[in-house]
């Protein structure tokens, strides 16, 4: 029964490495995300007379496109934030109950036991994983979204300086 509580404990460890990089890959997203919201305020800073006080439909445009960019990227921020949230992180049982449990059954019982508490934290772990996942998602979408928003704005930007 040893291998196949090598095989439940290679498992774990495997969920738990996927797990720490959704985590790590939150963390970068949020870096970046409070970099490029950092840059926004600069520019609606820097521009604010001009992009806050629409004149024609151009600057329409323009103010529709940086609101949009920028609330994009609050929203992929927020997300990034929720990866970094607090949580119990599923493991395996340890109770003073567990201990006694072991010293009451024989092996095989102990075995079984064992593995039940592997499959049932994996599946906790990947629960987690699936739902940070799907947050991690959410996040990269809202900026990949930003970022056409802002280089529509910057093309925009471009020609009507040309034009002008």
Same mark, same amino acid.
């Given at each position: ?56 439909? !151009? &600057?329409?445009?323009?103010?529709? $496109?940086?609101? @949009? ?6 929203? /992929? +921020? ?50 987690? !994983? &699936?739902?940070?996942?799907?947050? $991690?998602?959410? @996040? ?6 930003? /970022? +056409? ?16």
């Amino acid at each position: 029964m040893s291998i196949e509580l090598d095989y439940f404990e290679a498992r774990y460890q495997e969920a738990c490495r996927a797990a720490l990089e959704v985590e790590q890959k939150g963390i970068r997203i949020l870096n970046f995300s409070t970099a490029i919201l950092v840059v926004l305020t600069a520019i609606g800073s820097a521009f604010g007379t001009k992009l806050f006080n629409p004149s024609g439909g !151009i &600057n329409w445009i323009q103010l529709i $496109l940086f609101a @949009s960019a920028s609330f994009c990227m609050i929203c /992929a +921020w927020g997300h990034a934030m929720s990866l970094s949230k607090v949580q119990s992180f599923p493991t395996m049982p340890s109770t003073k109950n567990v201990s006694d449990y072991f010293t009451k059954n024989d092996d095989k019982t102990n075995t079984e036991f064992i593995v039940e508490c592997y499959t049932d934290t994996i599946a906790k772990v990947w629960a987690l !994983i &699936n739902i940070k996942s799907r947050n $991690l998602e959410h @996040s990269q979408n809202e900026m990949t979204l930003s /970022a +056409w928003l802002a280089g529509a704005l910057a093309i925009i930007t471009i020609i009507f300086e040309v034009i002008k």
